[in-house]
């Protein structure tokens, strides 16, 4: 069962609706002994990175969700669910985020429209497992003001240009994380989702 972890950010209707699209058994979950029994673990979300710490630290959801990384656990973190992942964000002053990963989440350049809304191409780098069967170079829907910078160019699993060239995906071990929203990325989306469920069956 992949869990779905509700931790108040963000509509998480639509990504349970096209994960059980492709087949996959999910559950939404708010408590950490849920997200323990899970096999697989899936953290979307948008909004204000310090309302999300906020949330995981209250309810002991972050360190349930570290566990399960810990675990060897398939981790999917969507938009707010890749950015927590990092050390520190810039938003609202700086906040510190989880720190399964080195590096920060910076804000988009004022060169361009902010928010980053729409289809953008994202490439590939490397052979990451939740990209199996989907072309180099494909688009997907964006939404999002912030991007993350990882100090560790190994991490990197896409890479997206938007006033700056910033990691839309990455990748290690276990953790794949990615800006974009595969809900709202018609097929391709679905495919990276269908993707990561073989990934926690093999698991």
């Known amino acids: 069962m992949l869990a779905i972890v509700d931790y108040g950010m963000g509509n998480l209707r639509s990504v349970q609706k ?6 996959l058994p999910v559950r939404v979950v708010n408590t950490p002994a ?4 899970a ?16 949330n995981l630290q209250k309810t002991g959801l972050g360190e349930a969700v570290c566990r399960a990384i810990a675990a060897g656990k398939p981790y999917l973190g969507i938009c707010l669910g890749l950015q927590i992942l990092f050390e520190h964000s810039e938003e609202w002053g700086g906040s510190p985020g989880l720190g399964i990963l080195p590096g920060r989440v910076r804000r988009l350049p004022d060169l361009v429209k902010v928010p980053h809304m729409g289809w953008n191409q994202v490439d590939f780098t490397g052979e990451c497992p939740l990209f199996a069967g989907i072309p180099a170079g494909s688009h997907f829907y964006f939404v999002h003001s912030y991007y993350c910078a990882p100090t560790d160019a190994n991490l990197v ?7 700056v060239e910033f990691a839309s995906a990455v990748w290690r071990d276990n953790i ?9 990325s018609s097929r391709l989306g679905l495919q990276v989702l269908e993707n990561f469920g073989r990934l926690v069956e093999k698991c």
């Open 157 to 163: 699993a896409g890479r997206t240009v938007y006033g």
């Open 176 to 184: 794949m994380a990615i800006q974009f929203h595969p809900e709202k």
């Open 18 to 23: 096209s994960l059980e699209r492709v087949g």
């Open 39 to 54: 096999s697989g673990v899936v953290l979307p979300g948008v909004g204000a990175f310090a309302d999300a710490m906020h």
């Open 34 to 37: 849920q997200v323990a029994e």
